[in-house]
């Protein structure tokens, strides 16, 4: 009798509901990864991924946002499906995959409603942890002595790498501390990375005018002001910092670089006398001595034999040397010394600076360098 009351009543007959889809709770194809009420697949938004990067190890943490998102969902960065740890309708928790290579990838996410991908949503990069990424020198000279109409100048260039054990600016001057080397052209194995941006901006810390860097295609990186190596030298202060915000490329995510390098203080050479517009010396004359200073990696020393007439370079000796206040240049680097050329001494304190690439938690190693640049005649 019960159940013939509640049939009557129509409770039970399955009759036609007046709720649509629209009224429930998850609304069509709602939490439950259901299709539409017409049957169709909907299109799934992935509007969003936190971070852009990582690293082809996988197994790092991506924030996707869009929706709607369902339980029974399905995340792949390309072809390799992602773990997914948390879902709510317009947010997922995942962790990548691994990946065989470097590059751009889309990640696609599916569930029983439909589907969706956010093209070229994610960059892998290979783990540079403990190698060096990016690389590159800040640098001021006051020329002195016989050079001194000529004034400061200042230079600016920084270079990507394919991450290198061990690359240092450094690298390019000697391959020792405390040593010299006689035309010093070392095969580096460097791997320059043209990132896509037409320029680099060095941003000061202190809020002065920033230090914009052409990207020079000839030599592979971001080379001064237009693309020759040289920078307003106005620009460029004892102590300041210079740092990169929000650098994005044509291949690279957006990434900040706080603290890339700062400038030291200059060096202040006792002997020889750079100040003197007549100075002249002889191969077992070149004993220096300075200031020693406390902001400094170590020193910079570039000695460069010309020929005054032609205006050839004869010979070039670079030395990297201890801020210890004393240092000998040996008369038997030199080859070719012989009186009547003209040297030119340019001596610098650097200041090394280390950061992380967060790209690819490579090193960045930026040198400051403050030098002085005088002439002397060879006897």
């Not at 501390?177 to 680099?200: E, F, M, Q, Y």
């Amino acid at each position: 009798m019960t159940l013939l009351l509640l049939l009557s009543c129509g409770l039970l007959d399955g009759g036609a509901i007046d709720e649509t889809c629209e009224d429930l709770p998850g609304g069509c194809g709602g939490a439950d990864g259901g299709a539409t009420d017409t049957g169709q697949p909907i299109v799934i938004a992935v509007e969003s991924l936190d971070p852009l990067y990582g690293l082809t190890s996988g197994g790092e943490p991506v924030v996707i946002r869009g929706g709607p998102f369902a339980a029974d969902v399905e995340v792949r960065f390309g072809d390799e499906r992602a773990e997914v740890r948390t879902w709510l309708a317009d947010e997922l928790r995942v962790l990548t995959p691994q990946a065989d290579q470097e590059g751009w990838v889309d990640v696609t996410v599916t569930t029983s409603a439909g589907e969706g991908t956010l093209a070229q949503g994610y960059r892998y990069f290979r783990d540079g942890s403990g190698l060096t990424g990016m690389i590159g020198r800040v640098e001021r000279v006051e020329q002195v002595g016989a050079l001194a109409a000529l004034g400061e100048t200042g230079a600016a260039q920084v270079a990507f790498l394919t991450p290198k054990a061990g690359a240092s600016y450094f690298d390019t001057v000697a391959d020792d501390w405390d040593s010299c080397r006689r035309n010093w052209s070392p095969d580096l194995g460097w791997v320059l990375v043209d990132p896509g941006a037409a320029s680099l901006t060095l941003s000061s810390t202190d809020g002065a005018d920033p230090l914009v860097l052409a990207w020079d295609e000839a030599e592979n990186l971001f080379n001064g002001s237009d693309g020759d190596g040289s920078v307003n030298v106005d620009l460029l202060q004892e102590g300041d910092t210079w740092e990169v915000l929000d650098f994005a490329s044509s291949d690279f995510p957006a990434f900040d670089l706080p603290e890339l390098v700062t400038l030291p203080g200059q060096v202040e050479l006792t002997s020889p006398d750079l100040d003197s517009t007549s100075l002249s010396l002889g191969v077992g004359d070149l004993d220096f001595t300075w200031q020693q200073g406390t902001d400094g990696t170590g020193l910079v020393f570039l000695l460069n034999l010309v020929d005054g007439g032609t205006g050839t370079q004869v010979e070039q000796v670079s030395c990297l040397v201890a801020d210890d206040g004393s240092f000998s240049v040996a008369p038997t680097t030199f080859q070719s010394w012989e009186a009547g050329l003209t040297l030119y001494i340019k001596v610098g304190r650097a200041l090394e600076t280390t950061s992380t690439l967060p790209l690819n938690q490579a090193d960045t190693r930026l040198v400051g360098i403050h030098a002085v640049l005088g002439a002397a005649v060879t006897r």
